[in-house]
């Protein structure tokens, strides 16, 4: 049941990495717990992350999630864990090939997403090919551009001062930069995505699958990636260890990940106890 005065909340939207996951990279406890009584008590539950979709699924399983789930930054939508696949959002492969060639030039390592396998550029040692679900070795960047991208994640300190520009400049009919910043706030990395590829848009499109408004939207977030997220909610918590702008654009502001944020939200607005 819902505190008296919050709207009943029928969807709840939550990111992984900064969380729904501590610093540790493992669910918090009672987070994880009131999330699965909200799915159990017929609420949609629906992870909103970065990662991809072979990196999540465990997490589902023990979410007992088995609806909609956002990847790759929005980029990707698929009906259950085990798909098909509802949106794919891509940017073209020439555009691609000159972001990995300019990389391949000076020795910056990306990270390319094809569908559903991410490739990463060969370091000493390394074999070529596939190495666990969803990842695989590609000789060099360019040779990881098989098809038109899903994503190019860019690490490389130089690599992030250089690639958004040229992006900005000649391809953005095609694709955007999206920033990823660090508990710090300071940007650890950069994502090169199609131009409508973000978690706003792709929530929308499963508010409208699943026929839930907005004003039905618990959102839950921690980096400026979630602000899109944010704008198709009800309401907006994000943690404390958020960046700056996006506590600024919150509802309000939750305990941090370490500190069972989630659960502190889902109980304030009633949502679950």
């Not at 098909?84 to 972001?99: A, D, H, Q, R, Y």
């Not at 060099?140 to 690490?155: E, F, G, H, K, Q």
């Not at 699958?209 to 907006?236: H, Q, T, W, Y």
């Amino acid at each position: 049941m819902n505190t008296k005065g919050n709207p009943k909340i029928r969807l709840i939207a939550v990111d992984l990495d900064g969380t729904l996951l501590t610093s540790k990279s493992v669910m918090a406890s009672e987070g994880a717990r009131l999330l699965k009584a909200a799915a159990r008590g017929g609420i949609h539950v629906v992870l909103v992350t970065g990662r991809i979709i072979h990196s999540v699924r465990d997490l589902c399983g023990s979410l007992e999630i088995s609806g909609p789930v956002i990847c790759t930054d929005g980029a990707q939508v698929y009906e259950s864990i085990n798909g098909p696949v509802l949106t794919s959002l891509t940017f073209p492969k020439e555009v691609g090939l000159e972001i990995a060639g300019l990389a391949d030039a000076n020795g910056w390592e990306l990270s390319t997403t094809i569908g559903s396998v991410t490739y990463y550029r060969r370091r000493p040692g390394q074999e070529l090919g596939p190495f666990s679900p969803g990842r695989a070795i590609a000789a060099t960047n360019s040779d990881a551009v098989t098809d038109n991208p899903t994503r190019i994640l860019i690490y490389d300190t130089e690599a992030v001062k250089n690639i958004p520009p040229l992006c900005n400049s000649k391809f953005s009919d095609h694709c955007r930069i999206e920033t990823y910043h660090g508990t710090n706030g300071e940007i650890n990395s950069v994502g090169v995505l199609a131009a409508r590829a973000n978690k706003g848009n792709a929530l929308g499109s499963v508010l409208r699958r699943l026929k839930v408004s907005r004003s039905e939207v618990m959102a839950i977030g921690d980096d400026i990636n979630d602000l899109p997220m944010f704008a198709r909610s009800g309401i907006s918590v994000a943690m404390s260890n958020a960046h700056e702008e996006l506590k600024n654009k919150a509802t309000t502001v939750a305990p941090s990940n370490d500190e069972e944020g989630i659960a502190w939200a889902l109980t304030r607005f009633g949502i679950v106890s």
